[in-house]
T-cell receptor, first 113, second 112 residues
Framework: AQSVTQPDIHITVSEGASLELRCNYS??????LFWYVQSPGQGLQLLLK??????LVQGIKGFEAEFKRSQSSFNLRKPSVHWSDAAEYFCAVDLWSQGNLIFGKGTKLSVKP | DAGVTQSPTHLIKTRGQQVTLRCSPI?????VSWYQQVLGQGPQFIFQYYEKEERGRGNFPDRFSARQFPNYSSELNVNALLLGDSALYLC???????????FGPGTRLTVL
């Protein structure tokens, strides 16, 4: 079945440490890829997107993500986490540019002082 | 510039009732999508409307319906509410079908 997998339900990192959140998708073609962040009780904010071209994409708030076709992955990274990054992060794909986003189950990020 | 707005913010209904949720897209955006987010899960696609026509529908029962108005705002209707319909309902808009989507703050629906 077509799906988006975020294998880590909850991750805790220390403030200032680096972060990598994993995302894998199972589709034959390369979909449009997105990372969104959601703070408690809030809507979703787009961090970054990949449509085509350079496989390393830069986003807002110092985040970046790397698309690896061979691994069907689109992992999110940040070199130094801030306490304000504590939130839930969702990976999403859009097949065939249809405007129908398919989301993973999310990874909750906690930041230790 | 105003982002996507949704109303109401919170809503409490009882089983069997009907509910209407409203969404106003970002000015200039012609596509609106609706998502349901159950606690602890990622959002699930319900509908997409573009230029007032339904362009996509997720795996939801016919109790769910939606429409888009000439000013591109949209309503989501849910009939015969079930306890399982309790969720955060998110609306997203995009300038054209398939581009990145901008989400509103959502409507929290509680069904008792």
């Amino acid at each position: 079945a077509q799906s988006v997998t975020q294998p880590d339900i909850h991750i805790t990192v220390s403030e200032g440490a680096s972060l990598e959140l994993r995302c894998n998708y199972s589709y034959g073609a390369t979909p449009y890829l997105f990372w969104y962040v959601q703070s408690p009780g809030q809507g979703l904010q787009l961090l970054l997107k990949y449509f085509s071209g350079d496989t390393l994409v830069q986003g807002i708030k110092g985040f970046e993500a790397e698309f690896k076709r061979s691994q069907s992955s689109f992992n999110l990274r940040k070199p130094s986490v801030h306490w304000s990054d504590a939130a839930e992060y969702f990976c999403a794909v859009d097949l065939w540019s249809q405007g129908n986003l398919i989301f993973g189950k999310g990874t909750k990020l906690s930041v230790k002082p | 510039d105003a982002g996507v707005t949704q109303s109401p913010t919170h809503l409490i209904k009882t089983r069997g009732q009907q509910v209407t949720l409203r969404c106003s897209p970002i000015s200039g955006h012609k596509s609106v999508s609706w998502y349901q987010q159950v606690l602890g899960q990622g959002p699930q696609f319900i509908f997409q409307y573009y230029e007032k026509e339904e362009r996509g529908r997720g795996n939801f029962p016919d109790r769910f319906s939606a429409r888009q108005f000439p000013n591109y705002s949209s309503e989501l209707n849910v009939n015969a509410l079930l306890l399982g319909d309790s969720a955060l309902y998110l609306c997203a808009s995009s300038p054209v079908s398939g581009n990145e989507q901008f989400f509103g703050p959502g409507t929290r629906l509680t069904v008792l």
